[in-house]
């Protein structure tokens, strides 16, 4: 990977906005220099990240902004905060481990149109169930979704902490 100091003389990272902007593109793509630098890329998950390529090697934004602003390529995930996989601003991203990142998905693939963590029984009743650490934690039935709902979050928020 590229050091800091490289970087440094080839892009400008604004932390506030979570943009970066060329200051030496290369020879061959000058006019490109003081624009934004880099790409949205959807992945397998259908997610889009900013990439930008640098020497051949595409780097993922979020990554450049986190070495900007402490100085050390991160070891671990980086998570956005807002879950908005291109909102690279300093103060929406964090380390994170994979399953910390997995606890930070708001919505998962629509089977069902009820909310996240919640399923309708043949009572009529309405479930709510939280997955934690492979395990399957029932946290009751409720007559309306809300009340479903709301104990999803509640739970998710003493299993998951900051990153519910």
């Not at 990240?49 to 986190?66: D, E, F, S, T």
């Not at 070891?75 to 990142?101: F, K, P, Y």
């Not at 009751?140 to 009340?147: C, R, S």
């Not at 509640?154 to 998951?160: G, L, N, S, Y």
Request: aromatic share 10%; glycine share 8%.
């Amino acid at each position: 990977r590229p050091t800091l100091d490289y970087l440094k003389s080839r892009i400008h990272v604004d932390l506030n906005k979570g943009l970066v902007t060329w200051i030496d593109a290369t020879k061959h793509h000058r006019r490109l220099n003081g624009t934004p630098a880099g790409c949205v890329r959807i992945g397998h998950s259908g997610k889009g990240y900013w990439y930008i390529k640098i020497n051949g090697l595409g780097i993922k934004r979020a990554h450049i902004v986190y070495l900007f602003a402490t100085g050390t390529w991160p070891t671990l995930i980086v998570d956005h905060r807002n879950g908005n996989s291109t909102d690279d601003r300093w103060e929406n991203l964090r380390h994170a481990t994979i399953t910390q990142n997995a606890w930070n998905h708001k919505t998962r693939k629509r089977r069902s149109l009820l909310p996240m963590g919640v399923r309708l029984l043949s009572s009529g009743r309405y479930q709510a169930r939280l997955a934690v650490n492979k395990h399957m934690n029932h946290l009751g039935t409720f007559p309306t979704i809300q009340e479903a709902v709301s104990a999803y979050q509640e739970a998710r928020v003493f299993h998951f902490g900051e990153f519910a």
